[in-house]
């Protein structure tokens, strides 16, 4: 219990100055500019939906699978074991740099991510809710793309 206290008051320590969740169509136009769309041959609703079932398109949030035991960060829940400087770091990042709402570090650590043999069945998220969705083009209804 203390070390979730620890880790939530850490994480709202850590988010930027100004940040906020982002709307569905800004993280939309951000994912696309950041090069998603049909990255690994997945489709930018894919990531749409995955970020809001993974943080509700907040980029500054931090939270700790009770059930795994390991931290999440940013809009995509980047595991801190494994791809951030808390963990193994194979994505050369800092986590901190994870909670950054431009996004820039995010989208880079997420295509190393996807490259993997998982792709983007990485994330349970994904597969639990987007995987196999046939609404998945509702993501990004009335975005100016």
Not at 131 to 138: E, Y
């Amino acid at each position: 219990m203390k070390a979730s206290v620890m880790l939530f008051l850490l994480g709202y320590l850590m988010v930027p100055s100004g940040a906020r969740v982002l709307g569905r169509c800004t993280v939309a136009d951000m994912l696309y500019r950041g090069g998603l769309d049909y990255f690994e041959g997945y489709k930018l609703e894919n990531w749409v939906c995955l970020a809001y079932y993974e943080s509700k398109f907040n980029p500054s949030a931090v939270y700790e699978n009770e059930i795994t035991g390991h931290t999440g960060f940013g809009l995509f829940q980047i595991r801190e074991d494994l791809w951030c400087d808390h963990g193994k770091n194979l994505c050369s990042v800092s986590c901190s740099e994870l909670l950054n709402p431009d996004l820039k570090k995010t989208i880079e650590c997420v295509k190393k991510i996807v490259k993997g043999k998982q792709g983007m069945g990485a994330w349970l998220n994904w597969t639990r809710n987007c995987q196999f969705s046939d609404t998945l083009s509702r993501w990004l209804d009335g975005c100016r793309l």
